[in-house]
């Protein structure tokens, strides 16, 4: 997303009628899939590492914004364990590729929502459900603001637009 482009569906998203609400996750469902993948986690990796005391504290209350780079296929399965393991109690939410979702729309049932990169309206969509998501209490979005696999060690790293416009939208996030 350009600057422009995130700058105009930042302004219609300000003026938008109601938000976009976020998908319905399945709690069935998500127990099942996060036992599924925390096996396969599992079988594939010998671990996954914090640094000592960078386990985040916040407060319950504050919706939660986590940004990370995206650098494989595994950093949803990753992410659903560390939510899992770190914010038990909050209802995690995630964008994904609008063409990804609709060809895996079991993803709807954990909690994504479909984002139209490169487009306006697609950004403007992004900050409508993104709003959504951290005006509700004991929620936790996880996104990628890179919005493409790439390599962690390409420097330097360059993040798309959504993120600042995001938080500078939410009145109070963790």
Known sequence: MNRQLVRRA??????ASPAVAPPKISPRF???????SESYLTRS??????????APKTSDALPLV????HSSWWDPL???????QFFPARASYGPIEA?????????RRLGFFGVEMGSSAGARRFLETAG??????ETA?????QGRFADFHARPVNLERGLAHLTRQAERVA
């Open 66 to 69: 986590v940004y990370l780079n």
């Open 99 to 107: 063409a990804a979702l609709a060809r895996y729309q079991f993803f």
């Open 78 to 84: 990753v992410c659903l364990f560390l939510a899992r």
């Open 10 to 15: 930042s302004l219609s998203a300000q003026t």
């Open 30 to 36: 998500l127990r099942v899939f996060s036992h599924y």
């Open 45 to 54: 990796f010998n671990s996954v590492r914090l640094l000592k005391n960078s």
């Open 132 to 137: 959504a998501i951290l005006r509700m209490r």
């Open 141 to 145: 979005l996880w996104i990628t603001p």
